[in-house]
């Protein structure tokens, strides 16, 4: 009985001698050469061990490894692995915790010249974006949301995946994922509207939320108060609630209390121009214009406005015969076009002036000159 005890001993101790063998300790550069070799699912294997080493995992290099195996890893289209991205931004932001000095990680490539971690964070997010441009051209949206977000989590301060990412979302009808996208946008300093007017769209017209619409519109109107078209749907859908009255109510009150706020004026002379209230919008917007003589919405709408009376007077015109009844009218008509765009034309040049590069201005301003 000793001797068969022994020899089970023996046994036991010479295999756990081989498996100690073929489990050598974790080696990094090992795994970053698998990598480098195009072999991830090692090279991913070897890291693994590496990250939950006892002294491994607390060394930055270990977990900057890891980072650029997963990272290569999501952008293979030999393997797979779940949240393989993810998991590479995670073990970056490890790294950068356990990061001693202030030389920064790096590799070399094949010529011994150092790629700096910040340039391959960089690259990473090129190749996504790219990703996305294509897929979005392509009319693949689905695809395109995936990489601009994948960009995203690449560079998070970065706001250009976020708004394109909402866009492909909301072309895919992917609404909720449209929605997140746009608000990260604007939490991360985006300075678009164009995103505001998508988010408009998908609660008003798709989720059919009037309120919470108009919710969006006046944080649209605060951050972008030059904005003409915000004032526009918030008058939409205040007429689609019944809250026309509600809302001069308020413009008024709000006037009252910041007589030099040319916006005000300007939203209440909007919401009287959509009711064809035609001298309360004449009289709003040149409130707006005595708040803020250099206001260009103003002065623009205000030229807008009675110019629109012209080309009535016009229309009116072009509609006579020629009986010599319609002929005299015609002329009357004629006379009253001429003083009309006398009138006019000091609002025109005022928004020329203000805005030279703007082509409406002046094709109006040449037709105003040669009418009179």
């Given at each position: ?302 030229a807008v406005l009675r110019y629109n009376d ?63």
């Amino acid at each position: 009985m000793k001797k068969t005890t022994l020899l089970v001993l023996v046994t036991v101790l010479s295999i756990s001698t081989v498996f100690a063998q073929k489990q050598k300790k974790p080696n990094i550069n090992k795994a970053l050469k698998m990598m480098q070799d195009g072999d991830l699912a090692s090279a991913k294997t070897e890291i693994d061990r590496a990250s939950t080493d006892e002294k491994l995992s607390t060394n930055g290099k270990t977990w900057y490894y890891r980072g650029l195996i997963y990272a290569s890893i999501d952008t293979t289209t030999t393997m797979s692995v779940d949240n393989a991205l993810g998991t590479a931004m995670e073990s970056f932001a490890k790294a950068d915790e356990l990061e001693k000095g202030n030389s920064g990680y790096f590799i070399t490539d094949a010529n011994g010249l150092p790629t700096l971690k910040t340039q391959q964070i960089q690259t990473l997010w090129g190749a996504y974006l790219n990703q996305g441009v294509k897929a979005f051209q392509d009319k693949d949206n689905e695809k395109a949301m995936i990489a601009f977000e994948k960009s995203s989590l690449v560079i998070p301060t970065d706001t250009t995946g976020y708004l394109y990412a909402g866009l492909a979302a909301q072309n895919a009808k992917k609404y909720d994922k449209a929605m997140t996208n746009f608000e990260s946008y604007y939490e991360k300093g985006g300075l678009s509207s164009d995103a505001y007017g998508s988010m408009i769209y998908i609660v008003s017209t798709e989720r059919d939320d009037s309120e919470g619409a108009l919710a969006l519109i006046g944080k649209a109107k605060e951050a972008f108060p030059e904005n003409t078209l915000f004032p526009k749907q918030e008058i939409d859908i205040l007429i689609k609630l019944d809250k026309v009255d509600e809302a001069v109510a308020g413009l008024e009150k709000a006037i009252a209390a910041e007589p030099n706020n040319p916006q005000l004026y300007f939203s209440l002379g909007v919401m009287y121009d959509n009711l064809k209230n035609k001298e309360k919008a004449i009289e709003a917007y040149e409130g707006s214009i005595k708040a803020d003589p250099e206001y260009y919405n103003a002065h623009f709408n205000l030229a807008v406005l009675r110019y629109n009376d012209v080309v009535e007077m016009i229309k009116k015109r072009n509609d006579l015969g020629i009986s010599s009844a319609d002929l005299k009218k015609s002329k009357l008509i004629e006379v009253e076009i001429k003083s009309e765009l006398k009138k006019v034309l000091p609002n025109w040049e005022k928004v020329h002036q203000l805005k030279p590069d703007d082509v409406t201005p002046v094709e109006t301003h040449l037709y105003s000159t040669k009418g009179t």
